[in-house]
């Protein structure tokens, strides 16, 4: 089970603009991304809040990285000094 800390997501098409996960919030999936890469995410909320967009996951497990992607919808920006909080809702079928 990787740590939180070797996880990281960002919008495809930004990949230098990594958010790693926030687990200090248990109300949802929130990301945390340095103000200097939260501009694709801001952007793409403000364009369309309510479409799904597709983030790249990249975890690492010692030497190996495991990629993968996920459809989220962004519902909640929270714009600080140093870190912009995301709150996303992946879109996961039900079974």
Request: hydrophobic share 40%; charged share 25%; glycine share 6%.
């Amino acid at each position: 089970m990787p740590r939180a800390s070797d996880i990281t997501l960002c919008l495809i098409g930004f990949e230098q603009h990594k958010a790693g996960l926030d687990l200090s919030d248990a109300s949802g999936f929130w990301l945390r991304v340095p103000v200097r890469d939260a501009a694709p995410f801001i952007d793409a909320f403000k364009a369309s809040p309510g479409a799904f967009h597709q983030f790249q996951i990249e975890q690492r497990f010692g030497k190996e990285t495991r990629v993968s992607t996920m459809n989220a919808r962004i519902v909640r920006i929270e714009e600080g000094q140093t870190k912009t909080r995301v709150l996303i809702l992946p879109d996961v079928p039900l079974p």
